[in-house]
């Protein structure tokens, strides 16, 4: 407290004109009013800060359940959920390819394996950084069937260029849930 007081007295001994007094107090006040424009819209339309921050050791991906090689691709949960687990790595998304119904949530988790990636993908709304030893978890919908292809726009190394995959999107009523194999344990839509 004492210290803001002597701060405060020395504050006052400089001499200010009283022109630029009011400029000082008018700028503060707008300031001021723009910070509290984008509190007030944060809290209104629930902007927060990422609190549900998911680690996971870049290293031993291959070791994990969720990202071993069998679980990556297409799968549908038990409450009919639509799940993509995809790796991204120099200088590729694998699976390089996977077929998912249109006008469906999907829920996307991506790991990355070596350094930061960045995940973009045309014509949506979807696009993500993928950070080494974090999962990235986006929840997007294909309005249309199409092809959409995935691109890494975050350089990664001498082939980032090359660095792409491709999700087929089929009308809903045409998709079919991956089935489970028996002796892979991966999904058949791969």
């Given amino acids: 407290m004492a210290f803001l007081c002597d701060f405060y007295a020395q504050l006052?001994?400089?001499?200010?004109?009283?022109?630029?007094?009011?400029?000082?107090?008018?700028?503060?006040?707008?300031?001021?009013?723009?910070?509290?424009?984008?509190t007030m819209d944060a809290f209104f339309h629930g902007v927060n800060p990422p609190s549900k921050v998911e680690t996971i050791d870049s290293a031993k991906l291959h070791l994990s359940k969720e990202f071993a090689e069998d679980n990556l691709g297409v799968q549908v949960d038990a409450k009919g959920n639509v799940i993509i687990r995809m790796v991204a790595g120099r200088y590729s998304f694998f699976p390089k390819h996977i077929d998912?119904?249109?006008?469906?949530?999907?829920?996307?988790?991506?790991v990355s394996?070596?350094?930061?990636?960045?995940?973009?993908?045309?014509?949506?709304?979807?696009?993500?950084?993928?950070?080494?030893?974090y999962v990235?978890?986006?929840?997007?919908t294909f309005p249309k069937p199409g092809e959409y292809p995935v691109l890494c726009n975050e350089f990664c190394g001498l082939g980032h260029n090359?660095?792409?995959?491709?999700?087929?999107?089929?009308?809903?009523e045409d998709w079919t849930a991956p089935v489970k194999s028996a002796v892979k344990g991966g999904s058949s839509n791969d």
């Fill in 162 to 172: 090359h660095m792409w995959s491709n999700i087929s999107v089929i009308a809903k």
């Fill in 100 to 110: 998912v119904p249109a006008e469906t949530p999907l829920t996307f988790r991506w």
């Fill in 113 to 133: 394996m070596d350094v930061l990636h960045g995940v973009h993908i045309p014509m949506t709304n979807m696009s993500t950084m993928i950070v080494p030893g």
């Fill in 12 to 38: 006052r001994a400089i001499h200010v004109d009283q022109l630029e007094r009011k400029w000082i107090t008018i700028s503060m006040l707008v300031i001021g009013l723009f910070v509290g424009i984008i």
């Fill in 136 to 140: 990235a978890e986006i929840t997007t």
